[in-house]
């Protein structure tokens, strides 16, 4: 049974950083879709970054620079680093994993941020 736990999400004032977490088990992200989704008040759930394997990460062109997609395999954690963060960012992130990045059938339970003007 596959498994994504977050962490890592609360309160920040814009401007600042947070660093979420999502450790997986019953999957072995090294050879998996991984990724971040996101969904914003009233909104469809969004991608946020991906990568499968050891490719070149996938990031929403409105995101790059200052979101950042990373993952230890030793751990079999994938992280999202969010720098410089805004308001708008305020939304409840999702882990998400599977065969590949158009086929991500495994969620996390969510990891709400919230960022404060």
């Known amino acids: 049974q596959v498994q994504l736990v977050e962490s890592g999400g609360g309160l920040v004032q814009a401007g600042g950083s947070l660093r979420l977490s999502c450790t997986g088990s019953?999957?072995?992200?090294?050879?998996?879709?991984v990724g971040w989704y996101r969904q914003l008040p009233g909104q469809q759930r969004e991608l946020v970054a991906s990568?499968?394997?050891?490719?070149?990460?996938n990031y929403a062109d409105s995101l790059k620079g200052r979101f950042t997609i990373s993952r230890d395999d030793a751990k079999n954690t994938v992280y999202l680093q969010m720098n410089s963060l805004k308001p708008e960012d305020t939304a409840v992130y999702y882990c998400?994993?599977?065969?590949?990045?158009?086929?991500?059938?495994?969620w996390g339970q969510g990891t709400q941020v919230t960022v404060s003007s």
């Open positions: 998400a994993a599977g065969p590949h990045i158009w086929s991500m059938v495994h």
């Open positions: 019953g999957i072995i992200f090294s050879i998996s879709a």
């Open positions: 990568v499968f394997g050891y490719n070149i990460p």
